[in-house]
Structure formats: C-alpha cells, structure tokens
C-alpha cells in the first residue's frame, strides 16, 4: 500500500485513490492544503494497484521525437480570451464536433479549481484560460475510463504529472493504449496551494466587499508578456494586477507556495507522455520574429501519432510555423527543469496559519525595497535606451534625407 515518506513524492494525481478495488485510500489535505492519499490500513487487501499507478514510483520516459511548432488560434476573440494563442480551444472543437467528451479545469462557485467534463462547445469557456492553483481530479478517471469504453473520443487536459497518472490508472484495466483518448498537458511551472488560492479570493471579496464574479489569471488588457491577474466584481467594478503588484501571482512566480512535488518533477523532459504540449512561446520574438506579437503565441509540441492526428485536424483554425524544439526549451525552462523552492518557503508556511492574512501578504508576498529601487532603476535605463534608439533613428533618415 501505499505510503507517503516524502512529500516530494507525491503529486497528488489521484491515480492511486481511484485504481484501489476497495476504495480504501482517500485523499486528505496537509496543513499546507495540499491532497495525499490515506489508505485505511483495516480494509487494504494489499494489492498494490496503488503502488504500481504512482507516476512517481512507476517512472518511466517514453521513446519519442517530438515536433515543435509556433500556432496562433485565427479567432482572434478565441485568443484574447486565452492564456496563450488559444490552441486548447481548437483541440477541443475538434473533438466535441465528432460526438466527444472534453476533460478540462474550471471554478466551481466558490473559485475552488477542479477536473470537470464537458460534452458541448458551448461549455469550452469554463475551462478556457489557465488557473494557476492545483486543481482536484476527484473521480475524473472512472468518467474517463467509462467514456473511453463506450469507444467515445475523449480529449483529456491537465498538467504533466496528472497526465501521467491518468496512464498509470488506465494501464491497470487496460493493456493496450486506447485509439479514441487524447491527452493535451502544459508545460508547467508548478501548483500553487489551494488552500492559499481559497485564503486570496475570501481575503480579496472582504477587501472590496462585493462578489466576485469572474476571474482571469492571463487577461491581455495590458499584452501577453506581462501577467496581468483581472478580478471582476458584481459591482460592476473590477481589479486588473501585474505580477509585481498582486501578491498572489508575485508568490506563485516566487515559487512560495508551490507543491513540495513541483521541485522535484518527475516529468520534466523534451520526450513528453501527452499527445500534444501546449505552453506559452516564451522568446518568440528572438526565434520567429516575424510571427511574434503580444496578443498570445503559443508553443506545440506534437508527441505522439495520436497527437499528429488530432493536430492535423485543427491545423486549418490556426496559423501554424514550424519551429525548433531545443531552441524553444531553452527559452521555455519549465519543459526540462523543476523550479527552486523560494529561500522563504518554510518560513512562509510557520507563518501561513497564524499571521494576519494581509500581513501575511505584505511580509511575503511584495517585491523588497532593494528590488523596487532595482525596477526603477531598470526603468530609467529602458526609457534611456529607447530615447537613444530614437535619436539614432532619427539621425539615419535625416542623412538619408540629406543625401
Ligand atoms: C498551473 C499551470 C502552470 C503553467 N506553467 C507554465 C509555464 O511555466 N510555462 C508555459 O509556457 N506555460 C505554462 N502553463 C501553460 C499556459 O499557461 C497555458 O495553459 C497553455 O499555454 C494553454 O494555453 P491556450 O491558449 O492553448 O489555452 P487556454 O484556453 O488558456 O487553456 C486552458 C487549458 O488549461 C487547462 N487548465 C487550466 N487550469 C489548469 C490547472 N490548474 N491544472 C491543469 N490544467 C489547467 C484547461 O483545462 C484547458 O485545457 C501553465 C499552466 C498551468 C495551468
């Protein structure tokens, strides 16, 4: 059975709560509100599905070549609303148009980020854009299996290490890989708590005393490149942050609050277990200058001829150039490296429980005075490199026009 020495060591994918024949593990959250699994040791037969289905114990690196490639959604309404350039909304029209199912993450009610399908296009905006916060998969395998065994299509999207163990779980019933499931995962820099996404949104409600109603962790008001986090209230008002300037996004940059897990990744690598990666094309504008713009570009890798199959299908809605894998890795770190757990990590979780929240978020969750002093700093360089850019501009035409 299985048993949790080191939380490094545990993705909290569910795979091992959902493969046991007498459903003897459940899934607890920890002081820092995060899930692992509890086996009730009376009722284990001590079968070890649950040992054999962690991605973690089970680790293996599938023999592939992905194919990178640069991709645009052509709707431009489809892209603004998306994180990146809106590929995860082509994958799932396709899918949807041949009668199938779609597993993706949305809110519920309260904000808590959770596994959901869906059987209608009209639904794909409830797991449109990213939400940076673990969500919870829940009995999402046994809807899966049971859809696939109804030989439905079935797009499956979630983060590496919850795509690894929907294989490890499917494994177990089934020998051979199914023809009619695709899997799409991001390249990810981590999970954030859940229970500090749940103390943010009561703290933020309290804060402006009005409902929240929506949230997006990538509008594009202010451009792609710089996170921006848009809160909208039921007030008619909103609150729209950089990720300098709200305390959520600048800790889960920080890597304050992320899964002990996410430092130590197991899916980290360019041969990648999903049919088709999809992130954000991080230096686009040094390797596709010409394609590059701040409206979202994504990045693909196509892993799989399952993946090849489903991405010729949405080829015609998107605008699509070849590109180069490594280049594109070395822009994009997260796809090969775990993050460093902030230096403040511990410290910060002492205080997670005990501290004034507000407090909480103005000792950890800001940047320092030095670093302030370090961005005005850089700011008056930048403006001072443009102004010379100009001028040397300027000088050119005006020989030009001399001559
Ligand atoms: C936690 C997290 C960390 C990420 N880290 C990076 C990174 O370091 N570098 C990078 O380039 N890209 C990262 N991404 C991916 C990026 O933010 C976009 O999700 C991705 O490029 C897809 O964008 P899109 O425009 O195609 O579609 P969108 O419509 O923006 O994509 C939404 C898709 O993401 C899924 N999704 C949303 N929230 C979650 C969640 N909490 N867990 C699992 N799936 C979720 C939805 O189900 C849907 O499939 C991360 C995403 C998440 C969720």
Redesign the pocket.
Known sequence: MIVIKDKRDCSGCYACKNVCPVKCISMETDEEGFWYPKVDFDRCIECCACIISCHVINKYEPDNNPVAFAAK?RDEAV?A????????????EAVLEDGGV?????YDDDFN?K?SYIEKKEDISR?????????EVKDAHHQLRSFLDAGRPVLF???PC?IAGVYNYLSHFHEEPYNNLYT?E???????SPKMWAKYVAYTHEKKAAEIKKVD??DKTKGWRDFSVKFDFADGKDQLRTMDDDPYLFGFLRNLYLRPACHRCTEKSLHRKADIT?????GVEHMHPDFSDDK?I??IYVNSPQGEKLFDRIRPNLTVIDSDLRQSAKY?V??THSTKPNKRRDEFFRDFDTMPFEQLLVEYCQPSDEEKKQKKRQAKIDKAKNVIKKLIRWEKLRTKIRR
């Open positions: 959604n892209r609303a998306s994180s990146s350039g809106g590929v995860f909304t082509a994958l799932a779609v597993f993706g993450v949305e980020v596994h797991y449109r854009g990213s939400k940076y916060v673990q969500s999207t979630a983060t919850q799409m991001n390249i990810c820099h981590g999970v954030p962790f990538r999809v992130a954000d094309f991080w979202g994504s990045l994009n997260a796809a």
